[in-house]
């Protein structure tokens, strides 16, 4: 089944849009301040990636850049972008503490920026337009970077708890 320029932006929107709303709403619950600045940058970052992505989709125009029919990005997109990649961080914190809630939350934004990673690496790997490859591996690179930022503030954030229990 061929992927259409607008499943693409349809996918992409979603994943930076729910991104910044979990971030930012996430943000809400932090009481440490590092935490909660953290929080609003990655969502600043998300609504920037939202912002990138749609400008390479309506760069590609009606040119075919290899992925459209790829097995592989449409069994991605059905095991994935089914249904949200981001949690309601209101119902993470109604069914646990908020500690508990605030590592949880973490665990699930270290998940979806693997997720967002691979989607757009795998973009990247079937491109066959060198600038816009550039801009999926750019993108690619962010994501992986937020995936560790949030590994070591999930990290500290644990650590940091764990002396005050």
């Known amino acids: 089944m061929?992927?259409?320029?607008?499943?693409?932006?349809?996918?992409?929107t979603?994943?930076?849009?729910?991104?910044?709303?979990?971030?930012?709403?996430?943000?809400?619950?932090?009481?440490?301040?590092?935490l909660k600045e953290f929080l609003q940058i990655m969502a600043k970052e998300e609504a920037l990636h939202e912002i990138q992505f749609k400008e390479i989709l309506e760069q590609k125009g009606d040119d075919v850049y290899g992925w459209e029919d790829h097995p592989g990005l449409r069994d991605l997109i059905d095991k994935?972008?089914?249904?949200?990649?981001?949690?309601?961080?209101?119902g993470i914190m109604e069914q646990a503490s908020k500690l508990k809630g605030l590592e949880k939350a973490l665990d699930f934004?270290?998940?979806?920026?693997?997720?967002a990673a691979e989607f757009y690496g795998l973009l990247a790997e079937m491109c066959n337009n060198i600038e816009v490859k550039t801009m999926l591996v750019l993108l690619e690179?962010?994501?992986?970077?937020?995936l560790q930022k949030v590994l070591s503030l999930r990290k500290e954030f644990l650590n940091k708890n764990k002396a005050v229990d």
Do not use: C, M, Q, W
Request: no cysteine; charged share 35%; glycine share 4%.
């Open 2 to 12: 061929v992927i259409s320029n607008k499943e693409l932006l349809g996918i992409s």
């Open 14 to 34: 979603r994943i930076e849009r729910d991104g910044r709303l979990f971030y930012a709403e996430l943000s809400k619950y932090a009481e440490d301040p590092t």
């Open 80 to 90: 994935e972008f089914l249904t949200d990649i981001f949690p309601s961080v209101d």
């Open 109 to 115: 934004a270290v998940e979806a920026e693997k997720v």
């Open 141 to 146: 690179k962010a994501e992986h970077e937020h």
